[in-house]
């Protein structure tokens, strides 16, 4: 989720950390406590606060899961690592409504979630940047201006998780995360690559993958691709689309200048423009009649019972979103990292998946930003099938993959995919970790040599102000494959994934 000042989501003032000395005991928190909104069962494996520096009373808020039922040892166990989006918005509604163990309902109590991704994975929530949700920034000076510092402070939260316990200190880590997020996951895998290279091998961070979802990752691209996305799917007429297209072009022109903040502002204008034309619910997915529930979870985190279940002073007052970290962001925002997921598809994999139905960040705005990429494998994963993903006998999405890079489209969801399609993300992101039917790596020969060509599946406009993609052809002889998905048996999956992660090569880093 995003949450500039144009946002359609929730945006309230950040609560500084004069109030510090009341977290100082949760920095380690077990579940423990048993209350009637935040029952025992429900509360995390481990919760608590890990600090960005030494010199500074700043500190990341972490609700840890561990694994229901995993085929692996538990130091074995993938870690899956969520951040929320925005920028300022909290990892507690990816939590409790879209991906974690359990839900909140509209009566403000918690479901189990059938879709959770801690199934067979561990998985770690972290409010970042700090300001966000339950994270503390000590002054507004502390809070992250750029991607670097956002990652800087992650990076610090991480590895000061993995020393709270020695056996998360072997087990594959997967960043993943949605919408703004498809900036700061880049960006602390960037991080912890770089790193990991100045570093002993016995200090290194076990990065494996990367996952983006819906993501905002290449501003400058995607910001061109709305008026004809809109207009193809019907939402607009042709002079509509004109006038967004002009608002675009001002959009990528102030980004080309360096006019980051004037940028921002003048993207939040395209995205008011097309709310506007449309009179849609939401542009995170087109098809809903009411926007999303997020407020739910903001109503349930101030509820006295789950903060005190928490070991949250009962004054704090918890956002979904922060106004405040969105304002220190908002230069950020229009400034491109896709060299950085250039970086990570060399070193390690990479996931793209979005929601058929989402308007901001999207399959037209992913597609877009991706064929301009700088890779290698590139042309060869343009040109790979875009297979059929079956689950239960439907069609649940379609998935392009070629060696270490993979996109989905999932069908029937929007922004908050996992909230919308809880088991098929869950089917995802298992099949995906764990190179199963249609998610294993492709390679040189599975790609047909007489289809590649330079294509394109959505026109974009061609000036040089907006972006160098040329109006292509149709890929020659493309067939469909129809799959189901293949469940491994746990045996198999387990020795499957250990030969492949877990023996690790940090040589070339």
């Given at each position: 989720?995003?949450s500039?000042?144009?946002?359609?989501?929730?945006?309230t003032?950040?609560?500084?950390?004069?109030?510090?000395?009341?977290?100082?005991?949760?920095?380690?928190?077990?579940?423990?406590?048993?209350?009637?909104?935040?029952?025992?069962?429900?509360?995390?494996t481990?919760?608590?606060?890990?600090p960005?520096?030494?010199?500074?009373?700043s500190?990341?808020?972490?609700a840890?899961?561990?694994?229901?039922?995993?085929?692996?040892?538990?130091?074995?166990?993938?870690?899956?690592?969520?951040?929320?989006?925005?920028?300022?918005?909290?990892?507690m509604?990816?939590?409790?409504?879209?991906?974690?163990?359990w839900?909140?309902?509209e009566?403000?109590?918690?479901?189990?979630?059938p879709?959770?991704?801690?199934?067979?994975?561990?998985?770690?929530?972290?409010?970042?940047?700090?300001?966000?949700?339950?994270s503390?920034?000590?002054?507004?000076?502390?809070?992250?201006?750029?991607?670097?510092?956002?990652?800087?402070?992650?990076?610090?939260?991480?590895?000061?998780?993995?020393?709270?316990?020695?056996?998360?200190?072997?087990?594959?880590?997967y960043?993943?995360?949605?919408?703004?997020?498809?900036?700061?996951?880049?960006?602390?895998?960037?991080?912890?690559?770089?790193?990991?290279?100045?570093?002993?091998?016995?200090q290194?961070?076990?990065?494996?993958?990367?996952a983006?979802?819906?993501?905002?990752?290449?501003?400058?691209?995607?910001?061109a691709?709305?008026?004809?996305?809109?207009?193809y799917?019907?939402?607009?007429?042709?002079?509509?689309?004109?006038?967004?297209?002009?608002?675009?072009?001002?959009?990528?022109?102030?980004?080309?200048?360096?006019?980051?903040?004037?940028?921002?502002?003048?993207?939040?204008?395209?995205?008011t423009?097309?709310?506007?034309?449309?009179?849609?619910?939401?542009?995170?997915?087109?098809?809903?009649?009411?926007?999303y529930?997020?407020?739910?979870?903001?109503?349930?985190?101030?509820?006295?019972?789950?903060?005190?279940?928490?070991?949250?002073?009962?004054?704090?007052?918890?956002e979904?979103?922060?106004?405040?970290?969105?304002?220190?962001?908002?230069?950020d925002?229009?400034?491109?990292?896709?060299?950085?997921?250039?970086?990570?598809?060399?070193?390690?994999?990479?996931?793209?998946?979005?929601?058929?139905?989402?308007?901001?960040?999207?399959?037209?705005?992913?597609?877009?930003?991706?064929?301009t990429?700088?890779?290698?494998?590139?042309?060869?994963?343009?040109?790979?099938?875009?297979?059929?993903?079956?689950?239960?006998?439907?069609?649940?999405?379609?998935?392009?993959?070629w060696?270490?890079?993979?996109?989905?489209?999932?069908?029937?969801?929007?922004?908050?995919?996992?909230?919308?399609q809880?088991?098929?993300?869950?089917?995802?992101?298992?099949?995906?970790?764990l190179?199963r039917?249609?998610?294993?790596?492709?390679?040189d020969?599975?790609?047909?040599?007489?289809?590649?060509?330079?294509?394109?599946?959505?026109?974009?406009?061609?000036?040089?102000?907006?972006?160098?993609?040329s109006?292509?052809?149709?890929?020659?002889g493309?067939?469909?494959?129809?799959?189901?998905r293949?469940?491994?048996?746990?045996?198999?999956?387990?020795?499957?994934?250990?030969?492949?992660?877990?023996?690790?090569?940090?040589?070339?880093?």
């Amino acid at each position: 989720m995003e949450s500039p000042h144009a946002s359609l989501f929730i945006k309230t003032p950040i609560l500084f950390c004069f109030c510090f000395c009341f977290f100082l005991s949760t920095l380690s928190v077990y579940a423990s406590t048993s209350t009637y909104s935040f029952p025992k069962e429900s509360l995390p494996t481990k919760h608590g606060y890990l600090p960005v520096s030494p010199t500074s009373t700043s500190s990341i808020f972490y609700a840890f899961y561990e694994a229901q039922n995993s085929t692996l040892p538990l130091s074995q166990t993938p870690l899956l690592i969520w951040l929320q989006g925005g920028p300022g918005c909290s990892s507690m509604l990816g939590n409790l409504y879209e991906l974690g163990p359990w839900r909140v309902t509209e009566s403000l109590t918690l479901q189990p979630n059938p879709g959770a991704w801690n199934r067979i994975f561990g998985l770690l929530f972290l409010d970042s940047p700090i300001g966000t949700g339950f994270s503390m920034a000590s002054t507004t000076q502390d809070i992250p201006t750029d991607q670097n510092a956002v990652a800087k402070h992650l990076f610090a939260a991480i590895t000061g998780f993995i020393q709270l316990n020695p056996v998360f200190k072997h087990r594959p880590i997967y960043i993943t995360g949605e919408s703004y997020a498809g900036k700061y996951v880049p960006a602390i895998g960037y991080y912890i690559l770089e790193k990991n290279a100045q570093l002993q091998v016995s200090q290194r961070v076990n990065l494996a993958g990367v996952a983006i979802g819906d993501g905002l990752t290449d501003p400058e691209i995607q910001v061109a691709t709305h008026a004809l996305n809109a207009y193809y799917v019907g939402l607009i007429n042709e002079r509509q689309k004109n006038e967004l297209e002009k608002a675009q072009l001002e959009a990528v022109q102030l980004a080309q200048m360096g006019n980051w903040s004037e940028a921002t502002d003048a993207r939040n204008k395209v995205l008011t423009m097309l709310q506007d034309m449309t009179g849609l619910a939401t542009l995170y997915d087109y098809t809903r009649k009411a926007p999303y529930q997020d407020d739910l979870v903001e109503k349930f985190l101030n509820i006295a019972e789950v903060k005190k279940a928490l070991g949250i002073n009962e004054s704090f007052l918890y956002e979904i979103c922060s106004e405040a970290v969105g304002a220190v962001l908002h230069a950020d925002v229009m400034k491109s990292v896709k060299y950085m997921v250039e970086h990570l598809v060399r070193r390690s994999k990479v996931l793209l998946y979005q929601g058929q139905n989402d308007l901001r960040d999207g399959v037209v705005q992913t597609e877009a930003w991706v064929k301009t990429m700088k890779w290698e494998g590139i042309v060869e994963f343009l040109n790979a099938e875009r297979k059929i993903w079956k689950l239960n006998g439907e069609v649940a999405g379609y998935v392009q993959n070629w060696k270490s890079l993979t996109n989905v489209v999932v069908l029937g969801a929007g922004h908050l995919l996992p909230a919308d399609q809880a088991v098929n993300s869950q089917a995802m992101i298992e099949d995906w970790v764990l190179e199963r039917g249609l998610f294993e790596s492709v390679k040189d020969e599975n790609v047909s040599k007489k289809s590649m060509k330079c294509h394109s599946s959505f026109l974009f406009p061609t000036t040089n102000a907006i972006m160098n993609l040329s109006r292509g052809e149709t890929l020659e002889g493309e067939k469909e494959i129809y799959l189901t998905r293949r469940c491994a048996s746990s045996v198999t999956s387990a020795e499957t994934f250990e030969k492949k992660h877990l023996n690790f090569d940090w040589g070339g880093f």
